[in-house]
Nanobody, 124 residues
């Protein structure tokens, strides 16, 4: 089992940048593919980005493609989400997720391990 702790959220102006981190502990980190999801008030949780076990494959939601970058450092047991050109609609709680079965996926149902989330608020 793996435990996930997100950090790096906060308040930022539109057009600004933030980097989220997700630190993993427990089992060997490179057994897991990783994802970032977000949930805005009164909306369903949605996929943001995902990365394969060794970073060879990355997936992005269309809404963040070209603005967000997912990466991982297996030596540091950490996955990152660099968010540039932030928009008001990026405001949400961002969750880190992991799974060790199958392949990297956009589907939240694929992921069995979740962090508690970190709030990102984009202001005008």
């Amino acid at each position: 089992q793996v435990q996930l702790v997100e950090s790096g959220g906060g308040l930022v102006q539109a057009g600004g940048s933030l980097t989220l981190s997700c630190a993993a502990s427990g089992r060997t980190f490179n057994w897991y593919f990783m994802g970032w999801f977000r949930q805005a008030p009164r909306k369903e949780r949605e996929f943001v980005a995902a990365i394969s076990r060794f970073g060879r494959t990355t997936l992005y939601a269309d809404s963040v493609k070209g603005r967000f970058t997912i990466s991982r450092d297996n030596a540091q047991n950490t996955v990152y989400l660099r968010m540039n050109s932030l928009k008001l609609e990026d405001t949400a709680v961002y969750y880190c997720a992991a799974d060790d079965t199958g392949v990297v996926s956009r589907s939240s149902s694929t992921y069995h391990y979740w962090g508690q989330g970190t709030q990102v608020t984009v202001s005008s």
